[in-house]
């Protein structure tokens, strides 16, 4: 237990003291900042108590200065306070909550943040430094950092600064601009819809014609997983390890069913997205692949919240990932590249391909960015060159408003779906046969369009 002070000066009963404890010669303030209503310690410097009360005053003075002016009254190190983010960050990790990203702020806080910035005050962090810090990275790495990974290192510093707002030691207006000065990374190869198809065809027979039965199931499913993802755009691996069919709902609208998933997990936390109703017959195909829903309709199995894994072989087991099948599938396929550049291609390039597609059917950025779970920047920086495509027909001249109606229901979009999708599963239903009374609808609310 520590010793109780030896000798206590009162400047200002119940807000100022000088205090003198064991041990040692100068004088300690002790001050309660009314802003923060929080004590506050300073060592006067000297241990002579006159000199330690005219210290206790300008002190007192200089905060209060501060508070008038907006700035922060205390200043701490950055390193106390990255080291506060760092361990509730490795607390988020432990509890599985918080954004998927924090568990990546210690290691980035030990071996980047701390040896740059530690020894500066918080609130003197400026944006020349920050430069600084770009050079010593660079020199520390022997190489300029990604796009991508800049960007995580950014974040890291940001729930810093918004750590040291919070505890007041530093404002709003204080915290520095932040830079990116990497190259973005490598680029992902991509499928126009004619090689999907035909790398779906490919994987079909590749499947049949393996002899090897823990290795005919994974490649049987991963055709169903290649086909999920271009329907639904949704992050290869991170959002689809944990998806059970529990996380399936199905919800009726007006016209028609819609299928909502609710991902489990992703590159910030769970969300939810809308698949596209074409994907219908691969949950079906999913379903089948397991005697112990026989008898079982997809509704059913869905309203039964299901615990098990929706990408599981046939034996029950779930791969632990699909990358190695899919690239040993692209290069037997002779499809690792397009041919016309040197991008190779892997599962991601499945979402690249649900994102072109929704963009030549006119989706808007935001919906598209809040549908893949994204910003809509990141959209317009990686799609932005297809956005004079989108207006191609109306640029050229093309169909009236009662026709363009007609081309939303039967554009080559939502044909090119199906037929990816047939490949995949070798179900080709016309769209009346698929729903008979929702085309009925829509045959009579696009006649009523022509009419008006």
């Known amino acids: 237990m520590p010793k109780k002070a030896e000798t206590t000066v009162v400047l200002r009963n119940k807000s100022l003291y000088l205090v ?34 005219i210290a206790a005053e300008d002190w007192v003075a200089d905060i209060r200065a501060a508070e008038r002016r907006g700035f922060p009254v205390v200043s701490k190190k950055f390193k106390a306070v990255a080291d506060l983010v760092s361990a509730e960050c490795a607390q988020h990790a432990v509890d599985g909550t918080g954004a998927k990203l924090y568990a990546q702020f210690p290691a980035i806080i030990e071996r980047y943040l701390n040896p740059f910035f530690g020894k500066y005050n918080i609130d003197a962090i400026n944006s020349p430094l920050i430069t600084r810090f770009h050079v010593w990275r660079r020199n520390e790495v022997g190489r300029e950092l990604k ?66 039965e823990k290795s005919r199931h994974l490649r049987e499913l991963l055709c169903l997983y290649v086909a999920f993802v ?56 999913l379903r089948a692949l397991h005697a112990e829903f026989d008898g079982m309709t997809l509704d059913e199995l869905v309203a039964s919240k299901s615990e098990q894994n929706v990408f599981r072989m046939r034996n029950g087991k779930c791969p632990y990932n699909f990358v190695n099948a899919f690239g040993d599938a692209v290069r037997e396929a002779g499809m690792l590249t397009n041919g016309r550049d040197d991008d190779k291609r892997s599962l991601y390039s499945l979402r690249h391909y649900y994102a072109t597609e929704r963009l030549y059917e006119n989706m808007s950025i935001e919906k598209l960015a809040e549908q893949m779970g994204t910003s809509p920047e990141m959209i317009r920086r990686h799609y932005g060159h297809i956005k004079p495509h989108m207006y191609a027909e109306e640029l050229a001249g093309g169909a009236g408003e009662a026709n363009g109606e007609v081309y939303k229901y039967m554009n080559a979009g939502r044909a090119n779906m199906m037929s990816l999708l047939g490949v995949a599963t070798g179900i080709y239903l016309p769209l009346h046969e698929q729903n008979e009374e929702g085309t009925q609808e829509l045959e009579a609310e696009l006649l009523q369009q022509a009419k008006s």
């Not at 830079?179 to 190869?189: D, Y």
């Not at 949704?234 to 991902?263: C, D, N, Y």
């Open 20 to 53: 003198q404890r064991f041990g040692t010669g100068n004088w300690q303030i002790h001050y309660k900042v009314p802003s923060l209503k929080k004590w506050q310690r300073k060592s006067a410097g000297t241990a002579d108590v006159d000199e330690a009360k």
């Open 147 to 212: 796009q991508s990974t800049q960007n995580t290192h950014n974040i890291a510093l940001g729930k810093i600064f918004d750590k040291a707002v919070e505890l007041g030691y530093m404002t709003d207006f204080m915290r520095p601009s932040l830079k990116n000065t990497g190259e973005t990374g490598e680029a992902r190869g991509f499928f126009t819809h004619t090689e999907l198809l035909e790398l779906q065809a490919f994987l079909t027979k590749w499947a049949e014609e393996c002899t090897v």
């Open 230 to 285: 271009a329907c639904t755009g949704a992050r290869p691996g991170t959002e689809l390890k944990e998806l059970k069919w529990k996380h399936f709902q199905f919800i009726q609208k007006p016209t028609m069913r819609v299928i909502e998933i609710s991902l489990p997990q992703g590159k910030k936390g769970p969300r939810k997205l809308i698949a596209r109703n074409e994907l219908w017959v691969v949950l079906e195909k």
